[in-house]
């Protein structure tokens, strides 16, 4: 697996904002689902296909259980980018799921739902994929009554409104927060929301938006233990943008420095022995690639 996948996957895997996600999208906020009631579930099942048995992976999966009771199996996909074939493979996640609940070690435990819900991250365009299961498969009229269509349950969450957004009680709120500005403004201006998974939170929004200024504020050993919002997380990222812009252009000057210092120099020789351009450079060790340059200035 790889660290992207990997790194997506951590903050939803904590209970409490496992719960809190479900809770606001499913049920408006009531907490009909509480952290305690999670248990972690392997999101793996395989099939087989081409004659070999593959694997497919949710990203999170989880038994929601009460008094020991199962009550449902509920798994999130994240997706950046619409996927044509998103239906299929949730209709796939399930039925493994179904399919699990026939072995012999679970025939004695009452059958349960299984409910997968598909949380979009891309904030420049709507989702535009198929949704049913019928849009993707194409199914003809004449089947149609036969096929049962089965729709991904989506979630945009740069669409999210301001009111569903604030009823998030965990660390979500930040992400969604930061998806619904740069939807609505393409811009994002902190909210004072302190952490409480620190890391795990800027890694998600580091995936999602590709900005790796989020998680290196964080592994800078410096600012470790510092950082206790997205307004922290802001300030110093703004700091350290100054500090390599001033790092850069001290560079830049010494260079220029440099490079005056061996322009005076090649004059120099080139008046004292009246050498050509190509003496003085040659005896000044002047590279092949700096070449042109100096003589471009040598004509001003």
């Known amino acids: 697996m790889g660290e992207k996948d990997i790194s997506e996957k951590i903050l939803e895997s904590y209970n409490d904002v496992f719960a809190d996600i479900v809770n606001v999208l499913l049920f408006s906020g009531e907490e009909v689902i509480h952290p305690e009631e999670l248990e972690d579930h392997s999101p793996r099942s395989a099939y087989k296909a081409d004659g070999k048995i593959r694997e497919m992976e949710r990203d999170v ?9 199962r009550i449902a199996c509920v798994g999130l996909e994240n997706q950046t980018e619409p996927d044509p074939q998103m239906s299929l493979r949730v209709f796939g996640y399930d039925g493994a799921e179904y399919r699990s609940q026939l072995t012999k070690e679970n025939r004695t435990n009452p059958n349960y739902p299984v409910v997968t819900l ?8 709507h989702w ?21 269509d089965i729709k991904i349950n989506l979630f945009e969450i740069a669409w999210l409104s301001r009111e569903t957004v604030e009823k998030f009680k965990s660390d979500f709120r930040i992400v969604a927060d930061y998806f619904v ?3 609505e403004k393409d811009d994002y201006i902190p909210r004072p929301d302190d952490f409480i998974h620190v890391q795990e939170t800027l890694q998600l929004l580091r995936v ?5 200024r989020f998680e290196d ?6 600012e470790k233990g510092a950082v206790k919002n997205m307004c922290d997380v802001l300030d110093r990222a703004e700091m350290r943008g100054i500090q390599q812009g001033m790092q850069q252009g001290l560079q830049q000057g010494m260079q220029q420095g440099k490079s005056d210092e061996r322009m ?9 022995f009246n050498w050509s351009p190509l003496q003085a450079m040659d005896a000044l060790s002047i ?3 700096d070449r042109s340059l100096y003589i471009d200035l040598l004509k001003q």
Not at 61 to 69: A, G, H, L, T, V
């Open 217 to 222: 504020i964080l592994n800078d050993s410096s």
């Open 287 to 289: 590279p092949e690639s």
């Open 208 to 212: 999602m938006t590709g900005d790796y």
């Open 264 to 272: 005076n120099n090649l004059r120099s020789l080139m008046q004292k």
């Open 61 to 69: 999966s989880k038994i929601w259980k009460r008094e020991n009771i």
């Open 128 to 148: 535009d994929a198929p949704l049913a299961l019928h849009e993707a498969l194409h199914v003809p009229d004449l089947f149609k009554p036969y096929v049962p």
């Open 181 to 183: 500005q740069k939807q």
């Open 118 to 125: 598909v949380l979009y991250f891309g904030y420049e365009k």
